[in-house]
């Protein structure tokens, strides 16, 4: 049985739906004031776990029969809060399944561990070990990290990390649809960004079950861009607007520690060791590729 912790959001909603399709059973974490939402995925065949990352009484009996976990969970809120979710919320969850049979565990980092306030970096990252920390939320990735390689390293589980991109997808990760009203970013959009289209990060999620050794992995298509062009395109395929960009000398320090200060980061990532040495071949190479594929799906729901 696969457990998946963060399985009501845009990423666990839809591993849940592709493991159920593949025959997988699956049991996900939910917190109880989100469990009216676990319907849907209820009756697809999803066996909902209502507990708590932050409460460990209220895992007891999760990791029964479970061999493999996705470990998901995920929150932007305050530091304090967020070092809690991803750093504590990680060591309980080895804790709890310290006595399960898994053989697997895959985190959904992110590429924030690489983000810069040097705008021009035009040297693309590979996995890098010695990581140079620039925000809070980096930090506190970077942490959750090694927690998990330590914590699997000491009970015999294979882990795999994925350092994923910047997502963008159907509904609410719809570019096209934001750019369908004003809105405004900081910084000026000369920074780099790394992205990945949904259903490729879903397919490199199944390609890990059986598919990649133990490791990190940089997840995202094999263009990064300048934020501006990808505005830009954004703004000409729906004929709407680009963002307005906001000067930061005036920024309070918690918006600049949150995940709105996060995107002014430059994150320039290569997929090479997903790419070209374990052969992963992307639906959508580039953010071109991508964004026009939305466009199939304007006026539809796509879950």
Aim: with cysteine.
């Amino acid at each position: 049985m696969i457990l998946v912790t963060g399985c009501l959001g845009y990423i666990g909603n839809k591993i849940v739906r592709a493991l159920l399709k593949e025959g997988y059973k699956v049991r996900g974490l939910v917190m109880k004031k989100q469990v009216k939402e676990a319907d849907e995925l209820k009756e697809l065949g999803m066996e909902v776990f209502i507990g708590d990352l932050l409460y460990e009484d209220s895992l007891t009996g999760i990791g029964e029969d479970i061999d493999i976990v996705f470990h998901l969970a995920g929150i932007h809120s305050s530091v304090k809060n967020m070092e809690e979710l991803y750093v504590n919320g990680t060591k309980t969850l080895f804790r709890v399944l310290e006595c399960s049979p898994v053989r697997l565990i895959i985190f959904s980092s992110n590429a924030s561990v690489y983000g810069s306030y040097i705008i021009n970096n035009t040297v693309m990252t590979e996995e890098a070990e010695d990581l140079v920390i620039e925000h809070p939320f980096a930090e506190i990735t970077k942490n959750a990290e090694e927690v998990i390689k330590r914590e699997a390293g000491k009970n015999n589980v294979k882990y795999i990390i994925l350092r994923i991109g910047e997502v963008y997808g159907y509904n609410k990760y719809n570019l096209i649809k934001k750019a369908q009203h004003p809105f405004s970013m900081l910084g000026n959009g000369e920074n780099y960004v790394s992205l990945i289209h949904i259903d490729d990060l879903i397919n490199v999620l199944m390609l890990c079950i059986d598919g990649l050794e133990e490791g990190v992995y940089n997840v995202c298509d094999s263009n990064p861009c300048v934020k501006k062009e990808l505005f830009r395109y954004v703004a000409k395929l729906s004929n709407k607007y680009e963002p307005v960009w906001l000067d930061t000398n005036d920024i309070e320090e918690r918006i600049m520690n949150s995940i709105h200060g996060l995107r002014m980061l430059s994150i320039n990532m290569s997929n090479e060791k997903l790419c070209k040495r374990v052969g992963y071949k992307l639906l959508y190479k580039d953010y071109m590729e991508g964004l026009n594929s939305l466009l199939e799906y304007e006026g539809q729901e796509k879950v």
